[in-house]
């Protein structure tokens, strides 16, 4: 079973506020990749990491920004929300590109 | 530039029956993975299965199959005998392996297992 968290589960702010997701895992994976997904819909990379202090930008452009300090965890940051931006955000972690993601529950951001 | 087609939006069969996921996938690459995930209501997503290109043996595991055709460039997933549990969205993915490591997911079939 995948060790790895997402906190808050769910989340209703309003817009303008700056908040952070967060993820953590504890299996020591170097890579970690958070994904936006609407409902029913496709999941979209928005941000990845090959190891510590190593951040990338994922296929969907994104208005948030990751840091990557410590090995296990990977948090994700916007600024300013805004309704657009309210979605599923899942976190995921790798031994390796080519091996499966491990996927975290999830965290369901509405903004009004 | 790879890519992973799922032509199936939405499928519905009675409880019991066998139903079959398509997926099709592009790649340039001669070594890639192929993978296969579950993501039910609650919405986490749940790893079912991960092939590679070199490997063409068809795999069963329960009532879950899946048949990896590189002459059709297809890796299909068939559940037999379903049950209303196996609902949910199921995503197919390809990823290569001299890329960037970036798994590609298709935009899921959604599988409604009706009582």
């Known amino acids: 079973e995948a060790d790895i968290y997402q906190t808050p589960r769910y989340l209703v702010i309003g817009t303008g506020k700056k908040i952070t997701l967060e993820c953590s895992q504890t299996?020591?994976?170097?890579?970690m990749y958070w994904y936006q997904q609407d409902p029913g819909m496709e999941l979209h990379l928005i941000h990845y990491?090959?190891?510590?202090?190593?951040?990338e930008k994922g296929d969907l452009s994104s208005e948030s920004t990751v840091s990557r300090i410590r090995t296990e965890h990977f948090p994700l940051t916007l600024e300013s929300a805004r309704p657009s931006h309210t979605s599923q955000y899942l976190c995921?972690?790798?031994?390796?590109?080519?091996?499966?993601?491990?996927f975290g529950p999830g965290t369901r951001l509405t903004v009004l | 530039a790879q890519k992973v087609t799922q032509a199936q939006t939405e499928i519905s069969v009675v409880e019991k029956e066998d139903v079959t996921l398509d997926c099709v996938y592009e790649?340039?690459?001669?070594?890639?993975?192929l993978f296969w995930y579950k993501q039910p209501p609650s919405g986490e997503l749940v790893f079912l299965i991960r092939r590679n290109s070199f490997d063409e043996q068809n795999e069963i595991s329960g009532r879950y199959s899946w048949n990896f055709q590189k002459s059709t460039s297809s890796f299909n997933f068939t559940i037999t005998a379903s049950q209303v549990v196996d609902s949910a969205v199921y995503f197919c993915?390809?990823?290569?392996?001299?890329?960037?490591?970036?798994?590609?997911f298709g935009k899921g079939t959604r599988l409604h297992i009706l009582p």
């Open positions: 299996m020591g994976h170097d890579k």
């Open positions: 990491s090959y190891g510590v202090n190593s951040t």
């Open positions: 993915a390809l990823s290569e392996a001299y890329r960037d490591d970036k798994i590609i």
């Open positions: 995921a972690s790798s031994e390796a590109g080519t091996e499966e993601q491990f």
């Open positions: 790649t340039r690459d001669t070594t890639y993975y």
